[in-house]
């Protein structure tokens, strides 16, 4: 009879675990595809806290996952953005973790001048939405700034040419800000000398600029890309200083040139741009001179005639003299009789002033009849006075009888007996109000301490007086003490 327990046919099969499978997989696409260069559209583009990068390459029937790490993205030309098209550079790889594939990305470019121009189409078209191409935020450019700040690369023929030209034409202080013109460390190198220029106190050590140009040579797009990134258009348009585009040649635009306040063609136009010809403005200054010493000899010349034609106008002194000298030769020879005339009157009037003693008696009688008059009207006056002033004291008096003072001080006292009984009354209550939040409290402190713990079982060890939370503490401990909620005991040490 057949065992019921003997084993079926054998399986010649071998068996994996997961991990091999993967380990098998990884090493197969790695050995298969370790340099690769893929070209699709970007999509999904995240960027995480950790500095990695995370985006999709696709085309019309396939997507392909791809990481660039963030030692990688920090150092790419170009930034990446969803809907570019590139051509992207690195190895496939899986990730076990989830049973897929990517792509590790070590660079990234755009496919080609058109994709360039494409994105950077959307880059201007986004800018400008901000408003940070608008007219009315540009500021005037000094006419004639003392300090220039030039952001540039110290070696090239550009800065000559600006030097040269301000040279000829106004000879002024000039800061040059050394940077890279083109590669991974345009952009930021140009940004941070903006802000740099901006960040300079006025009148310091080192002067901050009346002015800023910021100037490069020409070259092809992807040479002057460093000038078309959001961190350099953005520190140009946040800029104090007025500022001075001069990248390329003329007919080079980048995006720098629509966030500046003034875009010259070339460096050589941006000094030119920067200040005026000195010989020139020295030659205006003498032609408003000259011209301000004619108006001026002009202006008294016609003062001067125009004060000689008044003046004739005029009439002779002698015929303004003339009437007044006669009225005066008149009124003189009138004046001694008509002073004798004077006294005369004035003699009479003295005669008949009130000065005879008839006329003296007669007034005095009247001032005693008067007088008299006063006295009889004065005494009545004196009596209902003193009448009055009596009868007000009087009615103050009763006022201040004692039998109302007595009832005024009883009810004073009623009143400050029951002030005093409700300050006792609010004292007692407050008193006990403190003495239960203050039981309250101790009960929650004896709650939550560690007295109440023990007593549920647990124990506190101390070894050389510090607490002891594990066997290493306990073992190297000589002397140690357990703790319970009736007492404490010492264990000598024991391995």
């Not at 899986?94 to 121009?117: C, H, R, V, W």
């Not at 220039?148 to 002024?172: E, K, Q, W």
Request: net charge positive.
């Amino acid at each position: 009879m057949m065992d019921l327990f003997e084993d079926g046919p054998a399986d010649n099969t071998p068996e994996y675990s997961v991990s091999e499978i993967s380990g098998a997989v990884k090493k197969t696409i790695e050995g298969g595809f370790a340099h690769i260069r893929v070209r699709g559209e970007l999509g999904r583009i995240s960027r995480p806290s950790s500095g990695h990068i995370y985006l999709d390459l696709k085309d019309d029937r396939s997507v392909l996952s791809a990481v660039i790490w963030k030692g990688r993205a920090s150092a790419l030309t170009h930034r990446p953005e969803e809907g570019m098209e590139v051509i992207a550079t690195g190895k496939l790889t899986t990730f076990p973790g989830q049973s897929k594939y990517q792509m590790i990305i070590e660079d990234i470019a755009p496919a080609g001048a058109g994709a360039l121009m494409a994105m950077l189409e959307k880059r201007r078209a986004m800018l400008a939405g901000e408003g940070l191409f608008d007219t009315a935020r540009k500021k005037p450019l000094p006419y004639l700034p003392e300090i220039i700040g030039v952001v540039t690369s110290p070696s090239g023929a550009v800065i000559r040419d600006i030097l040269h030209r301000l040279r000829d034409r106004f000879p002024r202080k000039v800061l040059v800000w050394p940077v890279a013109v083109q590669g991974q460390k345009c952009a930021a190198e140009v940004a941070a000398a903006i802000d740099g220029f901006n960040r300079l106190t006025p009148g310091g050590a080192l002067p901050r600029p009346d002015l800023i140009i910021v100037a490069r040579g020409g070259g092809s797009l992807e040479d002057l890309w460093g000038f078309n990134e959001e961190i350099v258009v953005r520190a140009a348009a946040a800029s104090d200083i007025p500022l001075i585009s001069a990248v390329g040649h003329e007919t080079d635009t980048t995006l720098i040139d629509f966030a500046a306040d003034m875009r010259a063609p070339t460096p050589t136009a941006a000094a030119e741009l920067a200040v005026p010809v000195r010989i020139e403005l020295l030659a205006f200054v003498d032609q408003q001179g000259a011209r301000l010493v004619r108006a001026l000899s002009n202006g008294v010349q016609t003062r001067r005639q125009r004060l000689r034609d008044l003046a004739r106008a005029l009439p002779q002194v002698d015929t303004l003299v003339d009437g007044p000298r006669q009225r005066l030769d008149y009124l003189s020879d009138r004046l001694p009789a008509a002073l004798r005339q004077a006294a005369a009157k004035k003699r009479l009037q003295l005669s008949d002033a009130a000065l005879r003693p008839a006329i003296l008696h007669r007034r005095l009688a009247e001032d005693r009849r008067r007088l008299a008059t006063l006295s009889d009207r004065l005494a009545p006056a004196l009596q209902r006075r003193t009448r009055d002033a009596a009868t007000t004291l009087e009615r103050a008096g009763r006022g201040l009888r004692s039998d109302l003072l007595r009832s005024r001080l009883d009810r004073q006292a009623d009143r400050l007996g029951i002030a005093l009984q409700r300050l006792s009354d609010r004292a007692t209550r407050q008193q006990a109000e403190r003495s239960a939040r203050l039981a309250a409290l101790d009960r929650l402190r004896e709650t939550l301490g560690y007295m109440e713990t023990l007593k549920r079982g647990y124990a506190v060890v101390r070894g050389d007086g510090a607490l002891v939370t594990d066997t290493v503490g306990a073992a190297k401990a000589g002397n140690l003490e357990i703790q319970f909620a009736d007492g404490r005991i010492d264990v000598r040490s024991g391995r």
